[in-house]
């Protein structure tokens, strides 16, 4: 049985098999605990060449690493001889070899799990923690004996097996492929904020947490560790659950997911009642923590006065399902002409769900958070920021509740850097005109005092950052950084003193007039803007 930090006890349920749950209280945002030496945790395939295989740091183009290939196989690459050295010892000398058979045939690197599968067969003592993992392996041959599914697991074993020079014989096949369900159940994908899916993750500890769509609980990683974090509190003797999916996918997609992935049915509440997010937030304890955040309205939370509850509304929910699957698939790769064709066609489909103001709802939340990137990436800063603030203040919140969601923290940074983006110079548009819409936006902008606004979307990052992930998370340092920036801005101590007591003390009079005044009035102003935004560049 793996071993658990202070404050955690392992369970059986009759209903979900074993896992966590508290010996002791933690309040929310606490770290529960930080699960270190990962069986596996590895870069994804599409990342090798710019993640260190051992410490997995990722030479974005930010950072500054000199990362340097194995000069064996030339497949992984390592940010300094220590982390080579160190994986050497730990697996890389089996798995160079294995490497240099792949690049003889002529491949660039192994897939993911077949890579994972190679590392568990390499390590006697990752094949006895396999043992003890659930893996649904039975259920999965029958469910898919005569399928695609069960046939690609087989598929990887066979080529996990051919590369380490072992002979694939019904047994050693049959033990594979169970290998690579237990790590389909318990292992994670590491995510970055920039990169998006970064690697595997595996700790035979973490993996007995099991799961809620509302979630009490989420997970970050850091380097080679993950940090489990309390997202409301959780008493003595209750259990540890965590969203393995986007929680906030409607429900059919929700059951689907984990069907495939972890074969098991979700009956948490919101699958039971099929609670849409705005009856999820209703529902969440602490929503008075929005109080330090950009919604500190809290009857908006408890009641947000929206025009019709999906829940209640079959038509609406016909029409969800009918447009989802036009307006999820993925815009990478895209022109910016084909984008804004795109968006446009989403916008459009996604009327019925913006009449009824259900901004939250997916698949609308999704083509909001889309165009707010699209007008950023073509430099149409304005925009960009009258659609980031209008999320920020109706569909964040619900969609995450807690002020210190690692989503909403990241929105705030995302406004603080556009503020900075749009001082007065820079107020052209991208064809290099000045768009009536867009001088309008300006116009209210040169009426604020755009710096202290942005200096108290830093503060707000630099609060809650650590909660939401750690100390080391770029969107924290990244907030670090421009607000010793704009601190040390000569002739601006005033603005600074009031920010400061503002974080100090942010119930009191002063400090909340202050608040309004600096921050929510500007955030709401800008805000108002997004439709407009929407109905002269996408249509109305
Ligand atoms: C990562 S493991 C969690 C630990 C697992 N309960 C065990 O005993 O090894 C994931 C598996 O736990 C079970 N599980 C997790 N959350 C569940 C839930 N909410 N309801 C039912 N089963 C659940 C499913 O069998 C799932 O495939």
């Given at each position: 049985m793996p071993a658990l930090a202070e404050g955690l006890t392992l369970v059986d349920n009759p209903s979900r098999g074993r896992g966590i749950t508290a010996s002791r209280a933690f309040s929310p945002g606490a770290t529960i605990a930080v699960f270190s030496n990962p069986s596996i945790a590895i870069p994804d395939s599409p990342h090798l060449d710019q993640t260190c295989n051992l410490c997995l740091a990722i030479d974005t183009n930010l950072s500054s690493l000199k990362l340097r290939a194995?000069?064996?196989?030339?497949v992984v690459v390592y940010c300094s001889p220590a982390c080579q050295k160190a994986d050497w010892q730990r697996v890389h000398k089996g798995e160079c070899k294995v490497f240099k058979r792949v690049r003889a045939e002529g491949h660039d690197f192994l897939p993911t799990p077949v890579r994972a599968l190679v590392q568990v067969l390499l390590r006697p003592e990752m094949q006895a923690a396999a043992a003890e993992m659930e893996g649904h392996v039975d259920a999965f041959r029958t469910a898919g004996g005569k399928g695609k599914a069960w046939t690609d697991m087989e598929l990887q074993a066979m080529a996990a097996l051919h590369y380490m020079g072992r002979e694939a014989s019904p047994r050693s096949l049959g033990q594979a492929v169970e290998v690579l369900y237990k790590l389909q159940v318990n292992s994670f994908n590491r995510m970055d904020v920039d990169i998006g899916q970064t690697g595997l993750f595996l700790n035979p500890a973490l993996a007995m947490v099991n799961h809620s769509c509302v979630p009490n609980a989420f997970v970050q990683f850091v380097g080679r560790h993950a940090v489990l974090h309390a997202y409301r509190e959780i008493k003595e003797g209750e259990e540890i659950e965590i969203s393995y999916i986007d929680c906030n996918l409607h429900r059919a997609h929700r059951q689907e997911a984990l069907k495939i992935r972890y074969h098991f049915n979700c009956s948490c509440p919101r699958c039971k009642d099929d609670l849409d997010v705005y009856q999820v937030c209703q529902r969440y304890p602490h929503l008075e923590l929005n109080s330090l955040s950009l919604v500190p309205d809290l009857q908006k939370l408890r009641d947000?006065?929206?025009?019709?509850?999906l829940h209640s509304d079959s038509s609406l929910q016909i029409n969800v399902e009918e447009i989802y699957p036009g307006c999820s698939a993925s815009l990478q790769g895209l022109s910016s002409t084909d984008k804004i064709k795109s968006l446009r066609r989403r916008w459009r489909a996604c009327e019925q769900l913006h009449k009824a103001r259900l901004y939250a709802i997916e698949p609308l939340n999704q083509v909001l958070v889309e165009v707010a990137v699209y007008f950023g990436e073509n430099g149409n800063f304005e925009y960009s920021l009258a659609i980031s603030c209008f999320l920020a203040l109706n569909s964040d919140p619900f969609r995450a509740p807690m002020p210190f969601a690692p989503q909403r923290v990241k929105g705030l940074l995302m406004i603080g850097k556009l503020l900075a983006n749009t001082a007065p110079a820079d107020h052209v548009t991208s064809e290099g005109t000045t768009a009536p819409l867009a001088n309008k936006i300006s116009q209210a902008l040169s009426r604020m005092d755009q710096a202290t606004t942005c200096q108290v979307m830093l503060a707000l990052v630099v609060h809650y950052g650590p909660a939401a992930h750690s100390k080391e998370w770029p969107i924290y340092r990244q907030a670090v950084e421009l607000l010793d920036d704009l601190e040390s801005l000569p002739g601006r101590e005033t603005e600074h003193a009031l920010v400061t007591a503002f974080m100090r003390n942010p119930n009191g009079p002063e400090e909340r007039r202050f608040f309004e005044t600096a921050v929510l009035g500007p955030i709401q102003l800008l805000s108002d803007f997004a439709l407009e935004v929407m109905a002269s560049e996408l249509g109305s």
């Open positions: 194995c000069t064996g196989c030339r947000p006065s929206i025009g019709q509850s």
